[in-house]
């Protein structure tokens, strides 16, 4: 306190005794008890009025010391148990937690890591996937706006996620310590394996396997792909000291329809520590048939070139180009699309009724629209001749099928006769017009569904530009290519009439995510949210069965069935409510990533310690890196001067006491017939 506030105080005293006297006891003929207690209760009540109306406030100064954090992080993934370090892993970390000195300096932080970075001092080495990037994004938001250590203690085999070596921030040093042998011994390795999901029946498809060799000597091996028992194909490979790696390029025979279970294997004479890496298992679904597209235009342009390219990256599809009057029969295309149509297609709508094929129609500035309000019942055009630039936006509640937003409003317009397009039936538009960043409301690209006959709108010409723009974004032309399959695949399906709609793999890696989607539709054809949908899983070897609920997303339900062991599942998947059931089985391939690693990467970690300024450390070297982190000056407690300021007593119990010194008061008084 201020002396200001002890000379308001002692006044207080003063006044308040003052006043107190002369109430009771002045003029009082004699100083009785009865005078002097109710003085005295006076006195209290007065003193506690100039103490709420002053309010002293005491003042306290405190030294804080805030030690910098140390990050303990430890790899918690089955590769630790499979290189025989799990129990080199808790010495080293129960070196560092329970390490006086190192807690006396610093404050220390205990995580792990996995697929997922979190934080904790419980290790399983159970997880399936390695993961360095929640890291160094995680620990720089625990410890904002601070200079502090990582001790990361692993084998530094990296399973998912960017390049780790250049994933943490330089001015925060790394101290790797590497567990697990670092012994490089002979190993042959299956590093990856390319191929299709979906081939063709009676056609080849492609396989491209990666190998890699660790050792010094030449070796010759053999590269083996079975199906069951049955031996698909052998080629020979050979490895030296100096090429330590290889491609093969195969092809093999798509001799029977539906799923096929294929193992590569790699092998030679000599003996490996690790054979798990020799072989890797892949499937392919066989097809029956592709997927037929026809593409009716009048004119030429670029436009029709990249949809066929789009369309064709997916292997189940074929695209044939033709003019209108080129063609006889529909009945063996899924889809049409109609490039902007004019007066000559008048028989094309006639036959593409007929034959039930679902259409994609695409305007532009050859457009005849008088001819389209006449041929299709889902749009009234009233358009001018002047041509107008639409550019897009993305509608989030679009929910005929499962799309992200890839950018559409950064891509290049589209040119459009300017005029009105007013819907007639129920439209769901996946992208809607803005003109000058402007929304109008018009559609740009829009769905229709009735009957069981489905309809895609795109109105404008020179998407081409999207494919082109989508490569320069991305570096690849995938997101734009997707994105016109998933149209495809809306059209061709042959869901159009179904309530209940499943997307699933066929096949699934074990460790892997395994997410199964569903939708279901109402009597309308309209995405149903109130849809009770479960679905229960059969392993056909065992007879376990499992059930689980589908949880709804936005346009979707779904569930993921983590946990599940290597082989053939049988599935049901029902709408409660209505009954409505799939079936259909999926295998879980047996593959855990985790076992490839023979040893642990200690190179790639020093690296990691290099670049942050720091050293790489061995478990037999634990005293070396204490003296380290005791020694680094880089690392210090800041002392922080805290000051305290509180009243001597709260306002709400000075309120309590004054309220029961009147009442006793009071009742005082009464009692003794002073009122």
């Known amino acids: 306190m201020n002396k200001s506030t002890i000379l308001l105080l002692l006044l207080s005293l003063l006044i308040a005794g003052s006043l107190s006297y002369f109430q009771y006891l002045y003029k009082a003929k004699d100083n009785s008890k009865l005078n002097l207690f109710l003085a005295f209760l006076r006195f209290l009540t007065i003193l506690g009025i100039f103490i709420l109306l002053i309010n002293p406030v005491i003042t306290r100064k405190t030294l804080e010391v805030v030690k910098p954090p140390l990050a303990i992080v430890v790899d918690n993934s089955s590769s630790i148990v499979n290189l025989k370090a799990s129990k080199e892993t808790m010495d080293t970390y129960n070196f560092l937690k329970n390490n006086k000195k190192i807690a006396d300096k610093y404050t220390i932080q205990t995580y792990q890591f996995d697929a997922n970075f979190k934080s904790g001092n419980i290790f399983d080495f159970e997880g399936t996937q390695t993961n360095f990037d929640g890291i160094a994004k995680n620990l720089k938001n625990y410890n904002r706006n601070q200079i502090y250590p990582t001790v990361i203690i692993t084998d530094g085999n990296q399973t998912q996620g960017n390049d780790y070596v250049f994933t943490f921030d330089k001015t925060n040093k790394i101290f790797p310590v590497v567990v697990g042998d670092t012994t490089k011994v002979l190993d042959l390795k299956i590093n990856q394996l390319n191929v299709n999901k979906y081939a063709f029946y009676k056609n080849k498809f492609p396989v491209e396997v990666f190998m890699n060799y660790t050792g010094k000597k030449n070796i010759q091996a053999e590269l083996t792909i079975t199906e069951g028992n049955s031996v698909v194909i052998k080629q020979k490979v050979s490895f030296s000291n100096t090429n330590k790696s290889t ?19 790699l092998s030679s004479v000599e003996k490996e520590k690790n054979t ?114 639409f550019t ?44 000058r960043n402007i929304e109008t409301g018009i559609p740009l690209l829009s769905f229709a569904e009735s009957h069981g006959e489905r309809m895609a709108f795109l109105f404008g010409e020179n998407s081409w530009r999207w494919r082109f723009q989508s490569n320069i974004n991305n570096q690849t032309f995938d997101k734009y290519d997707l994105f016109i399959d998933k149209i495809i695949q809306y059209l061709a399906s042959d869901n159009s009439k179904k309530s209940l709609v499943v997307n699933h793999e066929h096949f699934y890696n074990s460790g892997e995510s395994l997410e199964i989607n569903a939708q279901f539709f109402n009597k309308n054809y309209e995405f149903d949210e109130k849809a009770h949908i479960t679905i229960t899983v059969k392993n056909k070897k065992t007879n376990q069965t499992k059930n689980y609920d589908l949880l709804k997303s936005n346009s ?120």
Request: with cysteine.
């Open 247 to 265: 491609i093969v390029n195969l092809l093999l025979p798509a001799d029977r329809v539906g799923v096929c279970v294929f193992k590569a294997t």
């Open 276 to 389: 798990y890496n020799n072989s890797k298992n892949f499937a392919v679904e066989i097809l029956n048939q592709k997927t037929n597209i026809l593409i009716i235009s009048e004119i030429n342009h670029p436009d029709i070139a990249a949809l066929k390219r789009a369309i064709e990256s997916n292997e189940q599809r074929k695209v044939t180009i033709v003019k209108p009057s080129e063609i006889k029969v529909l009945n063996s295309y899924a889809v049409c699309i109609l490039y902007q149509p004019t007066a000559n297609f008048k028989t094309i709508f006639d036959q593409i009724k007929k034959a039930g094929v679902n259409a994609f129609i695409i305007t532009g500035m050859h457009t005849n629209f008088n001819y389209l309000n006449q041929n299709q019942n889902y749009f009234e055009f009233k358009m001018s001749g002047q041509p107008e630039d």
């Open 392 to 435: 897009a936006k993305f509608e989030d509640q679009f929910n005929l099928f499962a799309l992200e937003n890839n950018g559409f409003e950064i891509l290049p317009p589209l040119e459009n006769p300017f005029g009105k397009i007013i819907s007639k039936s129920a439209i769901s538009d996946l992208l809607t017009a803005k003109i």
């Open 556 to 675: 979707s339900y779904k569930v993921n069935l983590e946990g599940l062991y290597p082989g053939v599942y049988d599935f049901t998947v029902k709408e409660l409510n209505t009954n409505s059931k799939y079936t259909n089985k999926f295998e879980i391939l047996d593959f855990n990533i985790e076992k490839q690693f023979v040893n642990s990467d200690s190179e790639k970690l020093k690296q990691l310690a290099n670049q942050t300024g720091a050293e790489l450390y061995f478990p037999n070297q634990m005293e070396k890196l204490e003296k380290t982190l005791l020694n680094d000056e880089d690392y210090k407690s800041i002392q922080k001067n805290t000051v305290n300021r509180f009243p001597i007593i709260e306002w709400y119990w000075l309120l309590i006491i004054l309220t029961l010194l009147l009442s006793i008061e009071w009742f005082t008084r009464k009692y003794n017939g002073l009122l």
